[in-house]
T-cell receptor, first 109, second 116 residues
Framework: GQNIDQPTEMTATEGAIVQINCTYQTSGFNGLFWYQQHAGEAPTFLSYNVLDGLEEKGRFSSFLSRSKGYSYLLLKELQMKDSASYLCAVLDSNYQLIWGAGTKLIIKP | ETGVTQTPRHLVMGMTNKKSLKCEQHLGHNAMYWYKQSAKKPLELMFVYSLEERVENNSVPSRFSPECPNSSHLFLHLHTLQPEDSALYLC???????????????FGPGTRLTVT
């Protein structure tokens, strides 16, 4: 079967750095997405990786290793507004989007 | 503002009721999606419409019935639901799907549905 694994919850301190991991086993691979979802709000697109390596967008970076079936989202200079759930999703060989259950990130002052 | 709106934002209904969820996108997209989001579970894709034709139905019970009258509007008609159907129902839109291209999805805020 197809599976996306990510930690259920993480806690970090304001101003620090946090890395949210995502591992996947899917039938084929056509890209990996990260979305952010604040409580009670819509998921919003953060990043898309299809090639190995690191993609940087301001305070957020996303890394992909296709050979390891692994990605991480790196958040730097954490702010209280970064408290949210972070969803990892993989596009399989049929262009179906397979979602993880999300990681709830709690930022403490 | 994501450009995708959903109404109502909250809905409480009995198991014998009939109700409809509405989604509207203002982004000029041609594909629309319904998802179910339950606590601590992955998003479940329910239905996909591309160019107003249904292209996906992931074994969703018949008590959920989608309707896509045009590329900007999507409905989910609900009848004789069960308590386990209580969840957040998210609508999303994107550029039209093609065989080898994928476009990021833009989500609405969701309808929080409670079935009593």
């Amino acid at each position: 079967g197809q599976n996306i694994d990510q930690p259920t919850e993480m806690t970090a301190t304001e101003g620090a750095i946090v890395q949210i991991n995502c591992t996947y086993q899917t039938s084929g691979f056509n890209g990996l997405f990260w979305y952010q979802q604040h409580a009670g709000e819509a998921p919003t697109f953060l990043s898309y990786n299809v090639l190995d390596g690191l993609e940087e967008k301001g305070r957020f970076s996303s890394f992909l290793s296709r050979s390891k079936g692994y990605s991480y989202l790196l958040l730097k200079e954490l702010q209280m507004k970064d408290s949210a759930s972070y969803l990892c999703a993989v596009l399989d060989s049929n262009y179906q989007l397979i979602w993880g259950a999300g990681t709830k990130l709690i930022i403490k002052p | 503002e994501t450009g995708v709106t959903q109404t109502p934002r909250h809905l409480v209904m009995g198991m014998t009721n009939k109700k409809s969820l509405k989604c509207e996108q203002h982004l000029g997209h041609n594909a629309m999606y319904w998802y179910k989001q339950s606590a601590k579970k992955p998003l479940e894709l329910m239905f996909v419409y591309s160019l107003e034709e249904r292209v996906e139905n992931n074994s969703v019970p018949s008590r959920f019935s989608p309707e896509c009258p045009n590329s900007s509007h999507l409905f989910l008609h609900l009848h004789t639901l069960q308590p386990e159907d209580s969840a957040l129902y998210l609508c999303a839109s994107s550029q039209a799907l093609t065989a080898d291209t994928y476009y990021e999805q833009y989500f609405g805020p969701g309808t929080r549905l409670t079935v009593t």
